[in-house]
């Protein structure tokens, strides 16, 4: 029944996934200036990842649990090693990308000569490759692989909560500012009122990314760390959090289509002609 289930989940959430992320790359590529950032060298990364994951991963995990009376065992194998890859990647894409919000906030005057675009597509590669290497442990040792899944979104999960806690404090600081600046002016300054409402959006923002990556990421930390330790395997129930983890590739496009404008308006136009093309 949990397969039965899980599988069900999955149907949409890879349709989801496929459709978001090829239409946010298609609306990059088609915007001549969207690719000239740093930051969309990111996000070019995690749609690409993310695209990968519901056209690979998913597929492969619906077959997995639907797939009876044969052996599966290279099929299960297939589906860990995808899932690792891609699934890390766009966990570690996540993670470079509030590093890169943070210090596009804290050092924002130096930060083009801090964050370059050559240095964005070499740390992006670098993770790739560290993510190729992660999901090839599993036909070394068990434990080590599992384990190291763990470690991994643990790292993951601690850095991007100091950036947003960092992103966080520093709008809130900056929002008292403005505050006290409104208080002792004489009339009240648009300009001020226009600074806050944008505040206030940054700390929203901030605080759904979080939530999001926390709970899409910790049930499988969880069930990582359990079959690191549990040598008869863990409930089948815990397949649930594969699911979660694929989720996260399905919200990610929505949530950064939300939070950029440009690349919002980019999304809708090619969304629009594609649309009409059929």
Same mark, same amino acid.
């Given at each position: 029944?949990?397969?039965?289930?899980?599988?069900?989940?999955? +149907?949409?959430?890879?349709?989801?996934?496929?459709?978001?992320?090829?239409?946010?790359l298609?609306?990059?590529?088609?915007?001549?200036s969207?690719?000239?950032?740093?930051?969309?060298?990111?996000?070019?990364?995690?749609?690409?990842?993310?695209?990968?994951?519901?056209?690979?991963?998913?597929?492969?995990?619906?077959?997995?649990?639907?797939?009876?009376?044969?052996?599966?065992?290279?099929?299960?194998?297939?589906?860990?090693?995808?899932?690792?890859?891609?699934g890390?990647?766009?966990?570690?894409?996540s993670?470079?990308?509030? +590093?890169?919000?943070?210090?596009?906030?804290?050092?924002?005057?130096?930060?083009?000569?801090?964050?370059?675009?050559?240095? &964005?597509?070499?740390?992006?590669? $670098?993770?790739?490759?560290?993510?190729?290497?992660?999901?090839f442990?599993?036909?070394?040792?068990?434990?080590?692989?599992?384990?190291?899944?763990? &470690?991994?979104?643990?790292?993951?999960?601690?850095?991007?909560?100091?950036?947003?806690?960092?992103?966080?404090?520093?709008?809130?600081?900056?929002r008292?500012?403005?505050?006290s600046?409104?208080q002792n002016?004489?009339?009240?300054?648009?300009?001020?009122?226009?600074r806050?409402?944008r505040?206030?959006?940054?700390?929203?923002?901030?605080?759904?990314?979080?939530?999001?990556?926390?709970?899409?990421?910790?049930?499988?930390?969880?069930?990582?760390?359990?079959?690191?330790? $549990?040598?008869?395997?863990?409930?089948?129930?815990?397949?649930?959090?594969?699911?979660?983890?694929?989720?996260?590739?399905?919200?990610?496009?929505?949530?950064?289509?939300?939070?950029?404008?440009?690349?919002?308006?980019?999304?809708?136009?090619?969304?629009?002609?594609?649309?009409?093309?059929?």
């Amino acid at each position: 029944m949990i397969d039965i289930i899980n599988s069900a989940l999955n +149907v949409p959430l890879m349709l989801t996934s496929i459709i978001a992320n090829t239409v946010v790359l298609v609306a990059i590529l088609s915007t001549p200036s969207l690719r000239s950032s740093s930051a969309i060298v990111f996000l070019c990364s995690l749609a690409l990842s993310d695209l990968l994951v519901g056209f690979i991963v998913q597929p492969l995990s619906i077959a997995k649990e639907l797939v009876n009376h044969v052996d599966i065992s290279s099929l299960k194998r297939a589906t860990n090693i995808f899932a690792t890859f891609l699934g890390g990647v766009s966990l570690f894409t996540s993670t470079a990308i509030s +590093v890169d919000r943070y210090l596009a906030l804290r050092h924002h005057m130096r930060y083009p000569i801090l964050v370059t675009t050559k240095r &964005a597509i070499y740390t992006s590669t $670098s993770l790739w490759i560290f993510c190729i290497l992660l999901s090839f442990i599993g036909f070394w040792n068990k434990t080590t692989y599992f384990g190291g899944i763990a &470690a991994s979104i643990l790292i993951c999960v601690l850095i991007s909560s100091f950036s947003y806690g960092r992103i966080f404090s520093f709008v809130r600081k900056h929002r008292l500012q403005i505050q006290s600046q409104q208080q002792n002016a004489e009339s009240f300054n648009a300009e001020h009122h226009v600074r806050m409402k944008r505040l206030v959006k940054s700390v929203i923002n901030t605080f759904l990314f979080f939530i999001c990556m926390i709970a899409c990421y910790t049930p499988v930390l969880i069930s990582s760390v359990l079959d690191a330790v $549990s040598s008869g395997g863990i409930s089948r129930s815990w397949i649930l959090a594969d699911t979660l983890a694929y989720m996260n590739s399905s919200i990610n496009p929505f949530l950064y289509c939300w939070r950029l404008r440009e690349l919002r308006g980019a999304f809708i136009k090619t969304l629009r002609k594609l649309s009409s093309c059929h």
